[in-house]
Each structure stands twice: as C-alpha cells, then as structure tokens.
C-alpha cells in the first residue's frame, strides 16, 4: 500500500544526545515536510524538501538537521542543540509544494 | 511564524447535532485543507478546496472556500461518537519559496457526549 511511514512511534532520549527521526514514502512524491507538534498548538513547519538534496528551512529549524539523500526519505536529527526536544513529530508528504499534503503517523520523542 | 485564527477551540455536543468550525486569516489564500487528527496519530486529510466560494461535501462533512479567500467554514451534521477528535485548518497564500507552504490553525477539540 502506499503511505508515508514514520518510525519509531515512540522514542526515549537521554538529554545530550543526538536522535534521528525516519520517514519514508512511497507515493512519488517531490515534495516533504517535518512539522512539531505541542499540545493545544498547530503544527509548525521545521524543514521542508522539494526536491532531492534541496531542503530549506521553516519557521523553527533552530537546533533540527535534515537530509534529502533519496526521494524517498527524508529523516530529521533533533540534535542537543534544540532546548526543548520534547514533542510529537509529524512528517508529510505532497505531489508538488501545492497540492494537498499527507501525514504519517507520527513519532512522539520524550527527552530524559 | 503566521498562524490562522481557527475557532471554537474546543466543543461538547450532543449526539446528532450538526457542528460548525471556521477558520480565518488576514492574506488571502488559494488553497483550504481541512483534517482530522485522532489521539497519537498523525492527521488525515478530510477536504481539500482550490477556489473561491466551492463548497465541497465529504460524507456527512461539508466545508467551503470562502468568497473573500480569507476564510474556510467546515460543518459536519449528525454527528456521531467517531467524530471525537481535532480538526485543524490549513492554508495555503499564492507564492513560492516558503510562503507557498501550508500555514496550519491550533485545532478545534471535539467531544461528543454520549
């Protein structure tokens, strides 16, 4: 089937420590997205790809990496940089950066 | 960043009723979303929308463009147990570069009451 897959769906980090965050998709899609999400918050954009090994940053890329190696993956690294770590972390993915965007299911990192 | 005014942020209704959200920006956009998101999950996409004053319908859901491209109303009628979640906006300006990324509201919490 065709999706956007996330992993892990659940990740535990001591503080420090570098995490990386996977996504993979499946769809043939250009473009890809990393959003954080706090509670009673909308999703804020991190980084976001339109093409392979091009990314530009969002709103809140402070302390995030990314990379665009395939374009099928496109995994986050939340480094010891970023000083409040803790959050649910979505990725998406959409045809051209216009059209609609799809979600996967979510990686919720808790820093220790 | 710029963040779309979505409201009510949270609603109880009864078993049937009809429910109604909107969501409101100060520039102009050329695309709607509108999405569900269960507890732990990742948002689903319910309704797109790409031109002034469509109203498209989804099932029991129904949600509009509006006329000024500077708001989105989404209603759902009926409503029924499943619908317990949130449902967030999402917009999209008429530019490239980042301000052509989807610009997201906080969410409308909906509880149903048995």
């Known amino acids: 089937d065709g999706g956007i897959t996330q992993s892990p769906k659940y990740l535990f980090r001591k503080e420090g420590q ?3 965050l996977s996504c993979e998709q ?12 706090d ?10 790809s339109q093409i392979v090994n091009d990314f530009q940053k969002g709103d809140i890329a402070e302390g995030y990496s990314v990379s665009r190696e395939k374009k099928e993956s ?27 965007a799809f979600f996967g299911q979510g990686t919720r990192l808790t820093v220790v | 960043g710029q963040q779309l005014n979505q409201s009510p942020q949270s609603m109880f209704i009864q078993e049937g009723e009809d429910v109604s ?11 709607w979303l509108w ?17 002034a004053g469509e109203l498209t319908s989804n099932g029991r859901l129904t949600a509009q463009f509006g006329i000024t491209r500077k708001d989105s109303f989404l ?9 317990v979640g949130i449902y967030f906006c999402a917009g999209r300006g ?3 570069g980042s301000q052509g990324n989807l610009i997201f509201g906080k969410g409308t919490k909906l509880s149903v009451k048995p």
Not at chain 1, 39 to 47: M, T, V
């Open chain 1, 18 to 20: 570098n995490v990386t």
């Open chain 1, 26 to 37: 499946n769809l043939n899609h250009d473009a890809m997205y990393w959003y954080r999400q």
């Open chain 1, 39 to 48: 509670p009673g918050q909308g999703l804020r954009l991190i980084y976001y």
């Open chain 1, 74 to 100: 496109f995994p986050l690294t939340v480094t010891s940089a970023q000083k409040n770590p803790t959050a649910f972390y979505l990725c998406a993915s959409s045809m051209y950066q216009n059209t609609e």
């Open chain 2, 21 to 31: 959200m909107n969501c409101t920006s100060s520039s102009i956009f050329n695309t």
């Open chain 2, 35 to 51: 999405y569900k998101q269960d507890p732990g999950e990742g948002p689903v996409l319910l309704i797109a929308l790409y031109k």
């Open chain 2, 75 to 83: 209603n759902i009628s009926a409503s029924i147990p499943s619908d």
């Open chain 2, 94 to 96: 008429n530019y490239g």
